[in-house]
């Protein structure tokens, strides 16, 4: 197969780092989806992810998908966003009961499926995503055994057999920092946070883990700001 891929693009660590990677590789990224499926944060995402593409040249298309999961809730797009301390990241059992709480219905499949059209429309053979070791504990679909499950559909799906790469999906938010440093990924530009304010809360799941992951590094912990400090 060759390097031409598509890249699924929010603002977060995972997707950001992934498309240096990418670059980094020689893939021949050429087109950064960022989808608008309802999520507070949406606004914000899609800002930052514009500001990311255009750091790399990359063209960014925002996709709206909000009349397909009409009716579909989640602490996402809901104010119902459980906070977490960091010092409870680790702890399995709150974890899966937080996850459940901001799962969305089938949001990789559909949005990996929508990616997979526009690669094979553009003779891509890749769909680049941003999944880490992490998350996949408690949210399925960001796991090997989904990427997998996934491929086998998108190879009778797609003509070209289109497929899912994540270089990140073995590594944890602090090897995924670690990488973003040594690339120069420019993190002022990361917007991890569940809500769409005009800082991150620090206080919701996503913000904790990217604090965590980022407090070796007191140049990044000065410059992403969050709205607990």
């Given at each position: 197969m060759g390097q031409a891929a598509v890249i699924l693009l929010s603002s977060g660590i995972d997707s950001f780092t992934s498309l240096a990677i990418a670059k980094e590789k020689g893939y021949e990224v050429q087109l950064a989806l960022t989808v608008n499926y309802g999520q507070k944060a949406a606004l914000r995402e899609i800002m930052f992810a514009e500001l990311i593409c255009k750091h790399y040249g990359v063209p960014h298309k925002v996709l709206d998908v909000q009349g397909i999961m009409n009716g579909v809730t989640s602490g996402l797009t809901t104010n119902d966003v459980p906070n977490i301390a960091q010092d409870q990241l680790d702890d399995m059992d709150?974890?899966?009961?937080?996850?459940?709480?901001?799962?969305?219905?089938?949001?990789?499949?559909?949005?990996?499926?929508?990616?997979?059209?526009?690669?094979?429309?553009?003779?891509?053979?890749?769909?680049i995503t941003g999944f880490n070791r992490e998350e996949a504990v408690t949210f399925p679909d960001n796991s090997d055994d989904f990427v997998h499950a996934i491929n086998q559909s998108l190879y009778y799906s797609t003509s070209n057999h289109v497929q899912v790469i994540s270089f990140t999906q073995s590594m944890t938010k602090q090897e995924i920092i670690d990488t973003a440093?040594?690339?120069?990924?420019?993190?002022?530009?990361?917007?991890?946070?569940?809500?769409?304010?005009?800082l991150m809360c620090g206080t919701c799941e996503s913000c904790q883990r990217l604090k965590r992951a980022i407090s070796k590094y007191p140049m990044l912990v000065s410059s992403i700001k969050f709205t607990t400090e």
């Open positions: 709150l974890t899966t009961r937080t996850a459940k709480k901001v799962w969305v219905p089938n949001r990789n499949g559909l949005l990996i499926n929508i990616a997979a059209t526009y690669a094979e429309n553009l003779g891509c053979e890749w769909v440093v040594n690339l120069q990924v420019p993190l002022e530009y990361v917007w991890s946070c569940y809500h769409g304010n005009e």
